[in-house]
């Protein structure tokens, strides 16, 4: 039996009609708060670093520095719409759910999902960009294929979050009859293909730079730390991975399975956005090298004219015997 707006009547257990006293009632709710806001901070950071790298080079921000801060905007919209659900009880069982919330607490963790996917989206095709700009030829074209089709995948991943109920309302509407639904096995298979999909082009695009930067005039330890910097997308790939075992928890009845894969996908958009300002932040250590010089020479004194001029292009030195890779690396 249902009150006439649908939802079931007021009963023994906070609003549900049965006697839930005896149950478990943990509150994972602050210890998942604590760990979102952690990652979140931790990417803040790393992308603040990264800003602070191109104004100290005088560099001017271009398309990945937006994408970058507008995937940083979303994860924190996600991260706030986490927190607020957890004070209407997630975190919590969902019998210490009072039926009356459970409209807004769908509504808001679908849109939080919604800016999640945003945020890796951008992140990914932050850093591909990034990658763009050190290289030439055939891999130019390897890297648009890789941001056109991780765009389109995880583009109507997110579509799907509002798609997918008809009218659209059932969505956050659990005790509405009319409409329709795609099944939950549809809705997590598409989630785990792009898990799969864009960890496979995270670690695709952290190797892609090797041949090219093995290949540039710049000595061992230089080209030891660019290797590392531009490799950080590794991670990204496996935090990609290890969420998708916590993808079942969409097709869950007790909301309290779901915390893992909110603290994984925030992970997983963190970790993104802080290996795509590692390899900026490389100019920052130069920047201290070059006022506290060690006594060792670099190839050609191009790195040393480099961080006095400022700007690649007003170096001669630095200009001779580079290729478009060189000076697409001096120019993030």
Known sequence: MSTPNGMPPPGEWNGWPFDFSGFPHDDYGPAMNHGIWMLTGLAAGFLGLRLYCKRLRHRGLWWDDYLLIASWLCLVAQTSLI?????IGYGKHIWDFHPNDLPTFLLTSNTSGFFSILSAMWSKTS???TVFRISDGKI???????????NAAMGFNAAATYIQC??????WSPFMKEGSCWPKQVIIDMNIFTSIYSGVLDILLAFLPWKIILSLTL???????????MSMGIFAGVASFVKIPQ??????????????LSILATAECSISIMAASIPILRALFRHVAVRH?????FCNGDIESLEAD????????????????????EAL
Do not use: C, H, M
Request: charged fraction near 25%; glycine fraction near 8%.
């Open 127 to 129: 850093f591909a960009l």
């Open 140 to 150: 130019k074209k390897l890297i648009w294929f890789i941001i056109i089709s991780l």
């Open 166 to 171: 008809t009218p659209v309302y059932k969505l």
């Open 247 to 260: 993808l079942q928890a969409i097709n869950k009845f007790d909301l309290i399975d779901g915390i893992w």
């Open 293 to 297: 010089p060690p006594p060792a020479s």
């Open 219 to 229: 000595n061992k330890k230089e080209k030891i730390g660019v290797l590392l910097a």
């Open 83 to 87: 927190t607020f659900n957890t004070t």
């Open 310 to 329: 400022g700007d690649w292009s007003k170096s001669d030195t630095a200009s001779r015997g580079r290729g478009e890779s060189e000076k697409g690396l």
